[in-house]
């Protein structure tokens, strides 16, 4: 065999060479393959589960939404809380009215006059007989009756009304009385009815604010009505 030959032959590789590198070759494509797949089965064993996160999501939306639910419930039970105070105040600040709804002012508190022996003690409200009289005030009635309720034929019929403040209010000249003594009436409570008797030159109401059920503890009534709210 020639030289030539020779070194071609010692560069040709083995049969079983080539065998063995094929195989090695194999194997590991093999490992590489199964990291491959223990590291992605790895990972999904990891991996959150997809149902896990809806239902952890569903689950915060809710508590949010109950959390919200409270917070709207109590903003509301506070705005009707301060709405009914609301009320309430504007309802006591005017629990005064005037005794009758349609009239003219006539004779004032402090006038003088040929039907009064002293300052007129109150105030005149110039209506027709028959005119509805209603409670300026919630109270209860004191006295009832002719002869001024027992203050003297000057008034003719009288109502005077206890109220809850210590103050007392009185309605004369009336053509009828529609309560009796010691029964308890509500602000707008009709409790008679408008006249001329007594001492009266003409139909009207003669209303009083006094600080004790008797004559000559009146105060001017129309202030008085004032600094409760009230305009005459």
Not at 4 to 16: E, G, I
Not at 73 to 95: C, G, I, P
Not at 122 to 137: I, L, R
């Amino acid at each position: 065999m020639s030289k030539r030959a020779t070194f071609q032959h010692s560069r040709r590789p083995s049969v079983s060479r080539i065998r063995g590198a094929v195989v090695a070759a194999g194997l590991g494509t093999t490992m590489v393959l199964g990291a491959g797949a223990a590291f992605a089965a790895g990972a999904a064993a990891s991996a959150p589960d997809t149902a896990s996160l809806v239902n952890a999501a569903a689950a915060s939306v809710a508590k949010q939404a109950t959390v919200q639910g409270k917070a709207a419930q109590a903003a509301k039970e506070t705005v009707a809380k301060k709405a009914a105070e609301a009320k309430k105040a504007a309802r006591l600040a005017t629990s005064w009215e005037a005794p009758v709804s349609q009239y003219q002012l006539s004779a004032s508190f402090g006038n003088d006059g040929s039907r009064w022996a002293h300052k007129h003690s109150g105030q005149d409200f110039a209506v027709p007989v028959g005119t509805k009289v209603e409670a300026a005030h919630g109270g209860v009635v004191v006295k009832a009756g002719p002869n001024g309720g027992g203050d003297g034929p000057a008034y003719g019929n009288a109502i005077v009304i206890k109220h809850d403040n210590g103050m007392y209010s009185q309605y004369a000249h009336l053509s009828r009385i529609d309560v009796h003594i010691g029964q308890s009436v509500e602000k707008g409570q009709q409790i008679a009815l408008s006249g001329n008797t007594g001492n009266s030159s003409g139909p009207h109401l003669h209303f009083e604010i006094r600080t004790s059920p008797n004559y000559g503890s009146a105060v001017n009534p129309v202030a008085f009505l004032n600094k409760q709210g009230v305009t005459v």
